[in-house]
């Protein structure tokens, strides 16, 4: 059966969310249309703050608010000498949860696909190179890509990229089955991963 249009609207809203399909939509259209106005109001409000407070860190990609650097690159506790490259937000809070990592991180914003048309220049990697040539302090890059085929290509391609800039390139050393996901993994898997990483 046809609904009437903003119901449809809002339906055809909520499947454009990744893994939710046309009857989830319905779902959670109608559950949102039981809620009272105040509680629709304050879920309307949320989704456009966010999306107008939160920003790109200048220099690790990793969300923001306030137009400056993020918490992590402006904390003088810090180790500024280490970036841990991640392919996404989620992978870098994954990270964090295991509270050993004490560097700074560089968010590249996916992972080298060809099969879905996403190349090096769609990820954040010039401006990665740029940090390098700014920050002359860094010493080490570690690559924190998941052990999946994009994560390899990714891997190799940055390897060769930044090897002759003459900074050290590690990479976690996964106890894991390949295509095991970053951001899945336990935190003291993850730990280990980091503290037994080796040199490209
Ligand atoms: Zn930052």
Redesign the pocket.
């Known amino acids: 059966m046809d609904y009437v249009l903003p119901l449809a609207e809002l339906i055809e809203q909520f499947r454009k969310l990744p893994g939710i399909g046309a009857k989830s939509a319905q779902r959670l259209a109608f559950q949102v249309l039981s809620w009272d106005k105040a509680e629709i109001e304050k879920f309307a409000q949320c989704v456009l703050s966010a999306s107008n407070q939160i920003h790109y860190?200048?220099?690790?990609?990793?969300f923001?608010t306030g137009g400056g650097?993020?918490?992590?690159?402006?904390s003088p506790k810090r180790d500024k000498q280490i970036i841990c490259l991640v392919a996404t937000a989620r992978d870098l809070a994954a990270l964090e949860r295991t509270h050993e990592f004490k560097g700074?991180?560089h968010v590249l914003h996916g992972l080298i696909s060809p099969m879905d048309g996403v190349g090096p220049d769609q990820l954040k990697i010039k401006p990665l190179i740029n940090r390098l040539k700014e920050h002359t302090e860094i010493q080490e890059i570690i690559l924190a890509l998941s052990p999946s085929t994009e994560g390899e290509a990714t891997t190799l391609y940055l390897t060769r990229l930044l090897k002759p800039l003459g900074v050290k390139i590690t990479r976690l050393a996964f106890g894991l089955s390949v295509g095991a996901d970053i951001e899945q993994t336990d935190e003291l898997t993850l730990a280990k991963a980091l503290e037994g990483r080796r040199e490209c």
Do not use: G, H, Q, R
Not at 57 to 62: A, G, Q
Not at 69 to 74: D, K
């Open positions: 860190c200048p220099d690790c990609f990793n923001s650097l993020c918490a992590t690159c402006s700074l991180y």
